[in-house]
């Protein structure tokens, strides 16, 4: 190997982050090695950093939209509408799947059934109008840009960080679905997830980090004991499910702690 070539690790780290923006983003990355087995799997430790660059996105184009003096729910509704079209409406899409399956399906067979099915019933529309409702209305009441984009750094950051706890302490679901491909992330990339989220968070917020860590945390949890209940484990639509309710509740708290 020559002086100038980057170490192994190095190397790994690039390529499993580069494979977290590909998948958690509709950012046109190509990747030039094929995938190891476990490369889904480690990807998931840089989620928060994914995750805190989509909020810095969001938090961008709020920016511009407070220099243009639009009021801030608009502005708030832009930043959202920034960030679903940059993420795909991924997580989103998860959240309705979950609430069609846990509200529509009367045992754990046909709650899987509905969660894979592509459309989307009632519970999954109200699901969608609340969590852009309430996320709005929260950065409406943040207001300002310098309170919006710190909000939307940390609450990107932290409600992508419980992804790894959730792959890793609880059992896919179903054999065959997506959550079971991608694997259950080793203890040092779960540590790797928790270490960017917490991080983004405090240099972003600083005092107000603890506050809103516990609040993802507590909306993690809550969402991983409802799947545990309703389906016995975990599918790519709960880790959607959590990350909505997470940010939701980050927002929320900032709102109310701040605003």
Same mark, same amino acid.
């Given at each position: 190997?020559?002086?100038?070539?980057?170490?192994?690790?190095?190397?790994?780290?690039?390529?499993?982050?580069?494979?977290?923006?590909?998948?958690?983003?509709?950012?046109?990355?190509?990747?030039?090695?094929?995938?190891?087995?476990?490369?889904?799997?480690?990807?998931?430790?840089?989620?928060?950093?994914?995750?805190?660059?989509?909020?810095?996105?969001?938090?961008?184009?709020?920016? *511009?939209? =407070? /220099? &243009?003096?639009?009021?801030?729910?608009?502005? !708030? #509704? $832009? %930043?959202? +509408? @920034?960030?679903?079209?940059?993420?795909?409406?991924?997580?989103?899409?998860?959240?309705?799947?979950?609430?069609?399956?846990?509200?529509?399906?009367?045992?754990?067979?046909?709650?899987?059934?509905?969660?894979?099915?592509?459309?989307?019933?009632?519970?999954?529309?109200?699901?969608?109008?609340?969590?852009?409702?309430?996320?709005?209305?929260? *950065?409406? =009441? /943040? &207001?300002?840009?310098?309170?919006?984009?710190? !909000? #939307? $750094? %940390?609450? +990107? @950051?932290?409600?992508?960080?419980?992804?790894?706890?959730?792959?890793?302490?609880?059992?896919?679901?179903?054999?065959?679905?997506?959550?079971?491909?991608?694997?259950?992330?080793?203890?040092?990339?779960?540590?790797?997830?928790?270490?960017?989220?917490?991080?983004?968070?405090?240099?972003?917020?600083?005092?107000?980090?603890?506050?809103?860590? *516990?609040? =993802?945390?507590?909306?993690?949890?809550?969402?991983?004991?409802?799947?545990?209940?309703?389906?016995?484990?975990?599918?790519?639509?709960?880790?959607?499910?959590?990350?909505?309710?997470?940010?939701?509740?980050?927002?929320?708290?900032?709102?109310?702690?701040?605003?």
């Amino acid at each position: 190997m020559s002086a100038d070539s980057p170490a192994p690790s190095a190397a790994r780290w690039t390529s499993d982050l580069a494979l977290a923006v590909v998948f958690l983003t509709r950012l046109p990355l190509r990747l030039s090695d094929p995938l190891a087995e476990d490369a889904h799997a480690r990807a998931m430790g840089w989620f928060p950093l994914v995750g805190a660059g989509v909020g810095l996105c969001g938090g961008a184009v709020h920016g *511009l939209a =407070a /220099l &243009a003096h639009l009021p801030p729910l608009p502005a !708030a #509704l $832009l %930043a959202l +509408g @920034a960030m679903v079209w940059l993420t795909g409406a991924l997580h989103e899409d998860g959240a309705a799947d979950v609430a069609d399956g846990f509200g529509g399906g009367r045992d754990k067979a046909r709650k899987l059934e509905i969660m894979r099915d592509s459309r989307v019933g009632s519970y999954g529309v109200l699901a969608i109008v609340f969590s852009v409702a309430v996320r709005a209305s929260a *950065l409406a =009441a /943040l &207001a300002e840009p310098h309170l919006v984009i710190p !909000a #939307l $750094l %940390a609450s +990107g @950051a932290l409600s992508r960080g419980g992804m790894a706890v959730i792959a890793r302490f609880m059992n896919p679901a179903r054999a065959d679905g997506l959550a079971a491909r991608q694997g259950r992330p080793s203890p040092g990339t779960v540590a790797l997830s928790l270490a960017l989220a917490l991080g983004v968070a405090v240099a972003a917020l600083h005092g107000l980090a603890a506050a809103a860590v *516990l609040s =993802a945390a507590l909306a993690v949890l809550a969402v991983a004991r409802q799947a545990r209940r309703q389906i016995g484990g975990h599918t790519g639509d709960v880790f959607g499910a959590a990350q909505q309710v997470a940010e939701t509740a980050v927002l929320l708290t900032l709102a109310a702690t701040v605003a």
